[in-house]
């Protein structure tokens, strides 16, 4: 009996790491995340081999662009709704607007008028990304995605925060639970870092982090709170007035963990 228990371990343990989306998949998210955005260009680099994206302002004529590595899209840790927050994600650097980055010393690249970068800081686009996301899910994704195990301590808990929430309606229900998942795929596609769904980053920034990560719970805390934003989406955010884009409820606001609407 053990040697058989050993063995089907050894058979399925395989099956769960070759978990990830297919090519097909990819490829499809991508010409959806296009339909969504068609200003902007999306790029698959097939040499990286690091699981990374990226987002540029390219060429004289300023073209957005989004740069997924195959890697990434291969990445056995991804998620179908994972691959589409980190396009948002991306997607946020270039249509986020305020807080953006600063330009680095000896900048080469195109820069904005008031001397910034033309791009959105990490947080800014991690606060951008969900509200992407319901925008996809709404346009273009079937409710239900098998893609999850309902059992999970993450789907659990995530379908607690969501129904704590309000959002007992079946559509967006399912739209806040995945958005929450997808989060945590995000923030987890290289390595299982300690990141708590339902957690909190207790601290409070003096000064917004601007050209930083923010802690991975504060990144999290963030996707939280705008999934938990009822606001529509709104495609281009305010270049400048970070508070314009900002949730009109407090559930949804920016965490203090990175932003401080105090200092500019
Ligand atoms: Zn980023």
């Not at 899209?73 to 600063?102: V, W, Y």
């Not at 996301?133 to 993450?154: G, P, R």
């Not at 795929?185 to 982090?209: C, W, Y």
């Not at 305010?238 to 500019?264: E, H, L, N």
Request: glycine content about 4%.
């Amino acid at each position: 009996m053990k040697r058989l228990l050993v063995q089907l371990i050894i058979i399925f343990v395989p099956f769960i790491a070759i978990a990830g989306i297919s090519e097909q998949d990819a490829r499809t998210l991508i010409q959806q995340a296009k339909k969504l955005y068609p200003s902007a260009e999306f790029v698959v680099d097939e040499k990286d081999p690091l699981v990374v994206a990226s987002a540029d302002i390219v060429g004289e004529k300023q073209q957005k662009q989004v740069t997924l590595s195959r890697a990434l899209l291969n990445s056995p840790r991804m998620s179908k709704d994972g691959l589409r927050l980190t396009i948002c994600h991306e997607l946020g650097h270039l249509f986020g607007g305020a807080p953006r980055r600063n330009i680095p010393m000896d900048w080469p690249g195109p820069m904005a008028e008031d001397g910034k970068s033309l791009t959105s800081s990490e947080g800014e686009a991690d606060y951008y990304a969900p509200s992407c996301l319901k925008d996809w899910f709404a346009k273009v994704t079937i409710l239900n995605n098998s893609e999850y195990d309902v059992h999970s301590t993450d789907y659990q808990q995530a379908y607690k925060v969501c129904t704590e929430h309000g959002f007992t309606v079946a559509a967006m229900q399912d739209h806040c639970v995945r958005s929450l998942l997808a989060a945590k795929n995000f923030l987890t596609l290289v390595a299982d870092f300690q990141v708590d769904i339902r957690g909190h980053d207790p601290e409070v920034v003096p000064q917004t982090i601007i050209d930083m990560y923010p802690s991975r719970q504060c990144r999290m805390d963030t996707l939280r709170a705008r999934t938990l934003c009822p606001d529509p989406h709104e495609k281009q955010w305010d270049f400048v007035m970070d508070k314009k884009s900002d949730c009109t409820q407090i559930v949804g606001q920016r965490p203090a963990c990175w932003y401080q609407s105090k200092a500019k």
